[in-house]
């Protein structure tokens, strides 16, 4: 069975060690979620294990059915099955969804269909996804046009950054339900980062755990999730 | 040994307006680079007499010419700017020719291009003008086209287009051959009130070639103008499209683009004369620089005392795809009324590393991704062209890229 095992990470930006020791295993068919509070580094995680220029990788290692990621171009990370879905999606004028799908990998045969579906199945106009890769799209258009891009590419794992904020309830819903879907239906690995329980009502985790300071400080399963409801992130904080 | 002047005084013979053109031209003299509106211009290796000889180059360029065709209402063929054939018909389209240099607007030929020593030249030597004219209330659903080759060493065509009151009309323009030619359109557009244009013109002349083009649009009352501008070829690639809008609520989009490949230079002018207010026009230029070649884009936003509530813009966008590659951006403006809306924004820069990430991030890699981004930089021009020139122009833009990549690889 897959499995995405980050042990030992740690990352630099700029002068500062945002992560100083990540270690956690997902499973295929799982999802994890990380909670944290403000800075404890979760986008800094999700951003190094894609290979976003100027997130530096000084120690640790990520193996993705035992190939080290970390010695991969992002691209050739992305092919060999990790896909991230960004916090922020950036726009690129003049692309668009199918051509860079196709580009990436996907079927030119039955690309748009795919994309008509999988669009439909989180409640986005697929007309949305006609034009350029996320150009005049609102924020939580383009959340959902992450998870349309993650259905047509089915890659074995799914990195999703705060996918959950800016997505009201209707979209949350559809796109929580796509996710566990897809653990289903191809096996899908997610690692979903966020600081809100409210994924956690519609997206039923296997697992959850807590960074702080750049360090996995807890796991447990969705019964964590109480406790940090109740007493906050307090009890978990660590110092740098 | 016979000069380039004996010889095109020779052409002239005693045709009295060629020769008044003619002599304008002589008393204008060839630009220098010292003069600030041709000082990117490579005409240190630059001779008329170089383009004496008229021999015939055979160009290979059928399919390309039919996909240009495709759906056209009707097809104008100008061989060196000679009228060869029209195809097609269209009623309340007319096409004819007339002698070159008419007035346009309240200027004449002389007056408007003085000190353009190139536009004189084509007035003197041009075959004819080749004139369309669409009459009041017509409206062209299909795109004419006109198919312009450049066989010979010189090419000066000539075209005016009239479009009526109310009328309706798309061209399509597309420059093949010019091998080792020098090739000077000026093209006049002159849009009458509640008329509309839209205009695709497509320079993809042999890289050989010195391309150096006029193209100025008088727009009346609520007329409306959408131009697309694109130029790949030609070794010195010179474009300078002026919109003069002289009636109330007359509104000129443009689009300019361009690709510099080897050591060409590409070399666009623009200029958005504003003469009475309520007039809109908005500029956007965007081009890319690989190899060794360069670009400047030089624009002018003039508004005249009075063009109250004038909305005019502009923007100029350059991509850097190799260090050796050099891009200059020149806005300029002269607004002499207050009550106006005027913008100018332009830079010049590489592809956007973010973007790239996000491209590679789903698994397209870099070479792919870098080539994507630039042909999605055209894309967004392209798409507001007939689909008949979008098609050959990606096309086109690919194939540079490609050899361009290759090159650097």
């Known amino acids: 069975m897959s499995e995405l095992v980050i042990s030992g990470l740690r990352v630099r930006v700029g002068e500062k060690e945002i992560l100083r020791g990540i270690d956690l295993t997902v499973p295929a068919g799982e999802v994890h ?147 566990q879907e897809a653990t289903h239906e191809w096996g899908c690995g997610v690692l979903a980062i966020t600081h809100f329980r409210r994924l956690l009502h519609e997206l039923v985790p296997t697992a959850i755990h807590v960074v702080s300071a750049g360090r996995v400080v807890a796991s447990g399963g969705p019964e964590l999730a109480e406790t940090l409801e109740e007493h906050g992130y307090e009890p978990f904080r660590q110092t740098t | 040994m016979t000069t380039f002047l004996d010889a095109a005084s020779e052409r002239i ?238 509104s000129n989009e443009l689009h300019t683009t361009f690709l510099g490949s080897g050591q060409q230079v590409h070399d666009l002018r623009t200029h958005q004369f504003h003469r009475v207010g309520r007039t809109t026009s908005s500029l956007l230029s965007k081009g890319a620089v690989a190899d060794e070649s360069r670009s400047v884009y030089t624009g002018l936003i003039e508004i005249e005392n009075g063009a109250r509530r004038t909305d005019a813009r502009q923007t100029n966008h350059n991509l850097l795809l190799s260090p050796h590659a050099h891009a200059d951006s020149v806005p300029n403006l002269d607004i002499r009324e207050n009550d106006v809306v005027c913008a100018h924004a332009s830079s010049v820069g590489p592809l956007d590393e973010m973007q790239r990430w996000y491209l590679e991030s789903r698994g397209v890699d870099r070479e792919n991704a870098e080539r994507l981004m630039v042909q999605g930089f055209f894309n967004e021009m392209t798409d507001v062209m007939p689909d008949s020139v979008a098609r050959l122009v990606d096309r086109d833009v690919a194939t540079v890229l490609a050899r361009a990549t290759g090159e650097s690889a």
């Open chain 1, 33 to 179: 979620v990380i909670m944290g509070p403000n800075g404890s580094g979760k986008s800094t995680l999700a951003h190094a294990l894609t290979g976003r220029p100027g997130y530096d990788v000084i120690d640790g290692s990520v193996t993705l059915d035992g190939v080290e990621l970390l010695e991969l171009a992002p691209a050739e990370r992305a092919r060999h099955g990790l896909l991230l879905a960004l916090q922020q999606p950036l726009e690129v004028p003049g692309v668009r969804p199918a051509t860079m799908l196709v580009a990436a990998g996907a079927d030119p045969a039955t690309v748009e269909a795919r994309i008509d579906e999988e669009a439909r199945r989180v409640g986005l106009r697929p007309e949305l996804l006609h034009r350029f890769l996320n150009v005049d799209l609102s924020g939580g258009e383009r959340k959902r046009a992450e998870i349309v891009q993650m259905g047509v590419l089915r890659p074995r794992f799914v990195v999703l950054d705060e996918i959950d904020s800016g997505l009201d309830v209707d979209a949350l819903g559809s796109v929580a339900r796509r996710l």
């Open chain 2, 13 to 250: 013979g005693s045709d009295a307006a060629r020769r008044s053109f003619f002599d304008a031209f002589v008393a204008a003299g060839l630009p220098t680079t010292s003069d600030e509106v041709w000082r990117y211009a490579p005409l240190h290796d630059f001779s008329l007499d170089r383009f004496i000889s008229a021999t015939n180059v055979a160009i290979d360029d059928d399919a390309d010419e039919r996909s240009i065709r495709e759906g056209a209402s009707i097809v104008v063929t100008m061989v060196d700017g000679e009228l060869r054939e029209v195809s097609g018909q269209c009623e309340g389209v007319r096409v004819s020719t007339r002698l070159a240099g008419h007035d346009l607007g309240d200027r004449s030929y002389i007056e408007r291009y003085r000190a353009d020593a190139f536009a004189l030249l084509n007035a003197a030597l041009s075959p004819a003008t080749v004139h369309i004219s669409i009459e009041a209330s017509v409206h062209v659903a299909m795109p004419i086209v006109i198919v312009q080759r450049a066989e010979t060493s010189l090419a000066f065509a000539n075209v005016r287009v009239d479009v009526g009151t109310s009328a309706s009309a798309t061209i399509v323009e597309c420059w093949f051959g010019g091998s080792d030619a020098l090739v000077v359109p000026v093209s006049e557009y002159h849009v009458a009130a509640n008329g509309s244009l839209q205009l695709s013109s497509y320079q993809r002349l042999a890289a050989t070639s010195w391309h150096v083009a006029r193209t100025t649009t008088l727009l009346e009352r609520d007329a409306r103008m959408q131009q697309s501008v694109i130029g790949l070829g030609a070794q010195y690639d010179r474009a300078r499209n002026d919109a003069e809008l002289v009636g109330t609520g007359a």
